[in-house]
């Protein structure tokens, strides 16, 4: 990264160009020009009051993109007239945090009651050790941390960071605040858009549908269109062939992408084709990979669906092998139709039940030897220790039904899967009564 001396300029923020692009230009510099966050920002708020009165420690802004965590960085260090250091865990290194640290602390020996401000972007991009490298510096005073991040800082900051810091959660937008933000940069005759741009009513709304919660993507759109119209007014179509497609909230390696797939299997679980569908498509739209949700979806057929509907396994199974065959993106619509069967199924989970319980006597219980009759016998003299002695061949009694003592001694009697009353594991448990009624009279 390049040095910079920031102590000839202890109000930190340096300007913005004038050919910055638009969502740079037009970042709030105090919270009244702030949209969004209200929770926060809002007059009163509790976490306002604190940046203004100048008490608030390390903290670590959570929340998706182009929600305002930067910018709030910025108003924090404008309103406390503190140093302001940035840095970005995706480039910067152990070395770049050294230097920062060293620049503050000889800033902190020539103005006593002056501090720095040292946001990392993308804090858990960092590694441990990294994160490690930060905290004695937290502790004393040296820097207050201000990170950000897209991702849960539950599992991807160190626990000891964490409680040294205090964790604020920030939503995307909704379509109003959006459509704010887009209003206020083409009202805005300094650093905006106004007098540049006639913006029709269905485009505005285009943009604010296409950006998704995310202010940046919406002034990119915007100030992009604006270009692509030479002066003409920005229509629907334009802005649609400006962006290409909307900006999808989805990591398929981060929270979005464990809370999605839970969203679909719940869905499922719960009989909603409609959501169903709608949470496949949201994953299969962001990027997820096809043959992964194959998996999960297969998981599905046996653990929601199990043996009320046994055609649930198949069905999914040749989705699975569609996928592999013809690929994306026609294989959606095979992921599809198993997604939508397995919810409108009947469901039972015996037998995930049943397994579980299995499961657990294995692991817990003794491992006993297998029952003599039921071992093979090949050597004479495995026959005269008794190996297959009274075994019976099920095939020799009527209806191919005979009774007798299959579990190691210490399980004798144990019973694992109760059938449900639901599609053909009715069917399938009236067998199993039939049976066990037979074994209870000796037959």
Known sequence: ??????????????????????????????????????????????????????????????????????TLAEIIARATSARFERISAVSAGVADLRRVV????????????????????????????????????????????????TENPSFEVNAALISRSRVYVLNALTDDEIGLVVDQALCDVERGLAGLVVLKPEARDGIVVLANGDARTALNILEQSAAAAEGSEVTLELV???????????????????????????????????????????????????????????????????????????????????????????????????????????????????????QRDVRETRTDPVPLHLRNAPTKLMKGLGYGKGYKYAHDFEEGLVHQENLPEGLAGRRFYEPTDRGFEAKLGERLRLIREKWLSGD
């Open 1 to 70: 990264m390049p040095q910079q001396d920031l102590f000839d300029d202890p109000s930190v923020i340096p300007a913005v160009a004038s050919d910055a692009p638009l969502a740079a230009r037009m970042r709030p510099r105090t919270f009244d020009e702030f949209v969004g966050q209200e929770h926060l920002t809002a007059l009163g708020a509790a976490f306002r009051k604190a940046v203004e009165a100048d008490r608030l420690g390390s903290i670590i802004f959570w929340g998706p993109p182009g929600v305002g965590k930067t």
């Open 102 to 149: 060293e620049a503050a602390r000889q800033h902190r020996n020539r103005q006593v009651s002056s501090k720095t401000i040292l946001f990392i972007d993308e804090i858990h991009r960092f590694n441990k050790g990294q994160q490690d490298a930060i905290l004695p510096v937290v502790e004393d005073g040296t820097v207050t941390l201000i990170g950000a991040t």
């Open 240 to 358: 649609r062939e400006v962006a290409q497609r909307k900006m999808m909230l989805y990591d398929k390696g981060g929270e979005q992408h464990y809370d999605i797939i839970s969203a679909l299997h719940k869905s499922v679980r719960g009989s909603d084709v409609d959501a169903s569908l709608y949470w496949l498509a949201r994953m299969l739209e962001g990027g997820e990979d096809p043959l992964y949700l194959a998996r999960r979806i297969v998981r599905m057929a046996s653990e929601d669906i199990g043996l009320a509907d046994p055609h649930a396994l198949t069905l999914t199974m040749a989705a699975q092998q569609a996928v592999h065959f013809i690929g994306m993106p026609e294989g959606a619509l095979a992921l599809a139709e198993a997604v939508a069967y397995l919810a409108a199924a009947p469901k039972s989970n015996a037998l995930y039940k049943a397994y579980g319980e299995v």
